[in-house]
């Protein structure tokens, strides 16, 4: 038997875990069955309670949660402190109704079962807790993080996130109540709450004013696994900060992504996480697998099977009866119903409390524990039934379609749209090299009928826009229909592809702007030249001199440029009086009863005028 400090004692279970997921992950995959329920699968195997090739799965499950964590500091990363702030309604008032609604659900819950009120309402306090890990790697993989239904699912996580504090302090209430014993530690616990807030502003003024200067004082020394390991210390020294501050570590890389996502170094940042992040969160649903105690689920198979049944069921009523209420339509409630419905990892930091209060008692704890891992285990199997059940997604399929890569031309599109497509004419009626991208398979396929040939691809990701070649392109055209997206594309390609010039679709004044600043080499509304035109022709069809009409239009280009002039330094209602205003005629209170008569020769000229227009 290797001896505890030997390296073989350490290589070991590493192998055996890698070998689990390596020959797990892919037959569940090759299953249409998921990844997650792979590692929950693999870890089950090969736990204490399967094979006994590992015997320690708390240990491991400490060593995974860093997969949680590393993931949500790349969430953070693309959640800037702007478009945070615009969430805080979803967060604090989705997020804190959702909560509530279900916690007083399944308290009732465990109260009709006979339990008394206060270990009712920590065990479904427990349950509310959602798994950050199972529905974030589901909206990773989906592509859904960033969709209107998926920010709402993470505005939910972080509350619940943020509900862990206030929940260990109301046991630490709860414990002397029942227990009849008083806590000494209640005025601590009471304190640890006040620590915790500020532990968030320390580590917001930290990330403000030092991480950036660190991170430029690193990328000037040239050391490449030196910005590795400071990525690194970032995410787990802020983990650890708001851990020491009573809050969980998802929580505070959380907020150190979000500090770093206007960073310079963001995307350098989520290229050295990423490889750690992977492996540990596939390593973290291994470790919850293997902490299901088969032993307890077999003697208390009724209870457990009867509250997994009743505690998913009332939680998933909850969440979808506050996704009516605050109108979402029915698909998106019922899938944030199935994808919320489990408990999650939480719970165990919370049931372990009790158990160290005297609340709950160590068989009810590892009771609890069951449920909630065998909830997450049920969600996966849920969501693929809901697949069939939902109407099915009528997206064409990939045939015929080829997918960009090692694309090499001197021109990159990325849209081809109505505007892109007028915009190719351009360019390759000089038989420019042009290499077009896009992720409208139907517009592909359409496109294809008439000669072109166009690729599939995503330009807001960064081995897509590798694969098309924008790092070869001297010239890249965003022709993309959606804000958000012709967003994401500049960003990266000002920060990855500095060398090419970029041109890109504008949406309105206010896009203008903001591309402006970020400094795009060329960009153009999408409906100015064409409403100029359109308005020199109404002049001309008019009777106005068709150069009038042309001198008109030249004179509102001038004048428009001189007002984004004005509206970049001194704000969007800035230089309004550039524009051309309808002033209104002045209108009689009264109509005259008699007819003016002119006194002299100006005046009848005046008049006659105004019988000639009024006519």
Not at 224 to 233: F, G, I, K, Q
Not at 276 to 284: A, E, K, M, P
Not at 368 to 397: F, H, N, Q, R
Not at 405 to 417: K, R, S
Request: proline share 4%.
């Amino acid at each position: 038997m290797a001896d505890a400090h030997s390296p073989a004692a350490f290589v070991v279970p590493a192998v055996t875990l890698l070998a689990a997921a390596v020959v797990a992950v892919p037959l569940f995959r090759k299953a249409r069955l998921g990844s997650i329920l792979g590692y929950l699968a693999a870890g089950l195997v090969i736990g204490p309670f399967g094979l006994r090739l590992i015997s320690d799965p708390a240990a491991i499950l400490h060593i995974a949660e860093l997969g949680v964590v590393m993931f949500l500091f790349i969430v953070g990363l693309e959640m800037r402190p702007a478009r945070l702030w615009s969430l805080r309604k979803q967060i604090f008032g989705l997020g804190l109704l959702q909560v509530g609604v279900c916690a007083g659900l399944l308290t009732l819950v465990g109260m009709a079962g006979g339990f008394p009120p206060a270990v009712s309402f920590v065990a479904g306090a427990g349950f509310v807790l959602t798994s950050t890990a199972i529905v974030m790697q589901t909206l990773e993989e989906r592509g859904e993080i960033n969709t209107p239904p998926g920010q709402k699912m993470v505005s939910i996580l972080l509350l619940e996130d943020l509900a862990i504090v206030p929940l260990l302090a109301l046991v630490a209430f709860l414990a002397p109540a029942v227990t009849g014993v008083a806590d000494g530690n209640l005025a601590s616990r009471l304190t640890a709450v006040a620590i915790g807030m500020g532990s968030i502003a320390a580590l917001i003024v930290a990330g403000r004013y030092l991480l950036n200067p660190l991170f430029r004082f690193l990328a000037a020394q040239g050391a490449r696994e030196v910005m590795t390991a400071a990525a690194l210390l970032v995410v787990l020294g802020s983990a650890l900060a708001l851990q020491s501050g009573g809050l969980s570590m998802a929580l505070g890389a959380f907020l150190a992504g979000v500090l770093l996502s206007e960073s310079t170094f963001r995307h350098q940042l989520e290229a050295d996480v990423e490889p750690f992040r992977g492996i540990l969160l596939g390593l973290f649903f291994m470790a919850v697998g293997m902490s299901l105690d088969l032993s307890v689920v077999a003697a208390e198979w009724r209870l457990v099977v009867t509250y997994v049944a009743a505690y998913m069921v009332a939680k998933a009523i909850g969440i979808y009866a506050v996704a009516r209420l605050t109108r979402s339509n029915h698909a998106e409630a019922v899938e944030r119903t199935v994808m919320m419905a489990q408990g999650g990892e939480f719970a165990f930091v919370l049931y372990a409390a009790a158990t160290s209060a005297g609340l709950i008692d160590g068989r009810a704890n590892a009771t609890l524990t069951a449920i909630v891992i065998i909830s997450m285990v049920l969600t996966p199997l849920a969501l693929m039934g809901l697949k069939y059940l939902m109407p099915k997604d009528e997206s064409p399929s990939l045939d015929g379609v080829e997918v960009a890569d090692g694309l090499t031309g001197e021109v990159l599109m990325i849209g081809f749209g109505r505007f892109g497509q007028v915009v190719s004419q351009c360019l390759l009626a000089e038989k420019a090299e042009v290499s077009i991208i896009d992720n409208d398979v139907e517009m592909i396929q359409a496109a294809g009928n008439f000669g072109f040939r166009i690729y599939y691809g995503d330009g807001t990701r960064l081995d897509v826009l590798h694969a098309a070649g924008a790092d070869k392109a001297r010239l890249i055209c965003v022709c993309v229909d959606k804000r958000e997206a012709a967003d994401k594309i500049v960003e990266l390609v000002k920060a990855e592809f500095p060398l090419a010039k970029l041109f890109v679709r504008s949406f309105d004044r206010g896009h203008t702007i903001h591309l402006r600043n970020e400094g795009v080499d060329y960009e153009m509304r999408e409906v100015f030249e064409s409403a100029l035109v359109f308005g020199q022709e109404a002049l001309a069809s008019l009777g106005v001199d068709p150069d009038a009409a042309s001198e008109i239009a030249a004179d509102l280009r001038k004048r428009d440029a001189a007002r984004l002039e004005l509206q970049m330094h001194e704000g969007i209602l800035a230089g309004v009086h550039l524009m051309h205003q309808q002033k209104p005629t002045p209108v009689p209170l009264t109509e005259p009863k008699r007819r003016a008569k002119p006194l002299n020769p100006e005046a009848e000229d005046v008049l006659s005028d105004e019988t000639r227009f009024s006519g």
